[in-house]
């Protein structure tokens, strides 16, 4: 099959890191028989350098005639840290999100057994912990009104969501609910704010079309605290937009790096694939970023694709590399595996995932260097 992919990779590490989830894709395409055809386009900081916007309408045109959207990561200091500038990177992802209508936000966070003791959280607490997150992706706080007082000293931001924009999210996460441990908990902050009051009620009403599918509520303040204390405990959150953002950031501790973590971003018409990790910009150019995030979302790419089985495959030769700490330093400090070392591994692992060894050199494992022959 073939299958035409929009790559934007954005700012900082995010060409380093994208690289190595385009190898992890043509590897695949190599043993399963698929073409994947890549067209590059700009977005974000190096967009602005280029255009003058974030999200160029030839760049938009690219993604809405693809399959599907795999993007690497975006922000620039020199933006960060101006609080004055009127064009920002993130108004292009943000309007990328809204112009393809991609409303659902899905965050899986997993405790990697290889990887138990990477995470500050005590292995007990972390055990077994396996669950996604459902973030409402282009509505509430960050697209409401933004107001600002002529003299500047008094500001606010509207959070607004309709019943449409919490029924689609929420049929979703039901539905992802019915394949795993058949338990939803929505993430509110029904106790002060008419918006989650909102959700509470649309969300209670659609539960009673998913009869087989456990219920509960906690605030948002509570959640955060229990991702820490019990995070076993949860199997599908659902929950708006900045909430979200910030449930599914706290996530990444349990795990032991943000580098980990993928997303997808989708909605009825187009998806959006991406790791959750920012541009970290002081690693630039230095082969020191995790990739993993990137290609496990190449994973969700390729089951939003319908290829199942193919995303089963790059998951294994993840969870491979990580099993023989074919790892970048953050994961493990006395590495020196690089970005492009543990891509090309989690390639060659894809394309050999049946042989035990995946056919590398051991003994240059034990020195750093991966041989592949």
Known sequence: MKFKIALLSGDGIGPEVTEQAVKALHAIGDLHGHTFEFEEAPVGALAIEQTGNPLPDATLEVCKNSDAVLFGAIGDPKYDNNPDAKVRPEQGLLKLRKELGLYTNIRPVKAYPTLIDKSPLKKDIIEGTDMVIYRELTGGIYFGEKKLSEDGTVASD????????????????????RARKKKVTLVDKANVLESSRLWRRVVTTISKSYEDIDLDFLFVDN???????????????????????????????????????????????????????????QATGKDIANP?????????????????????????????????QIVTSDLYKESTYGTKSVGDYIAHAIVNIDEETARINQENIDFGRSTII
């Open 292 to 324: 993993i995030a990137s290609i496990l979302s190449a994973a969700m790419l390729l089951t939003h694709l319908g290829l199942h089985e193919e995303a089963g495959v790059v998951n294994k030769a993840v969870e491979r590399a990580l099993e023989k």
């Open 158 to 177: 509207l959070c607004e969501y309709s019943e449409a924009e919490i029924e689609r999210i929420a049929h979703l996460a039901f539905k992802a609910a």
């Open 223 to 281: 959640a955060a605290m229990q991702m820490i204390l019990n995070p076993s405990q949860f199997d599908v959150i659902l929950t708006e937009n900045m909430f979200g953002d910030i449930i599914s950031d706290e996530g990444s501790v349990i795990g032991g790096s943000i580098g980990l973590l993928a997303s997808a971003s989708v909605g009825d018409k187009s998806a959006m694939f991406e790791p959750i990790h920012g541009s970290y910009p």
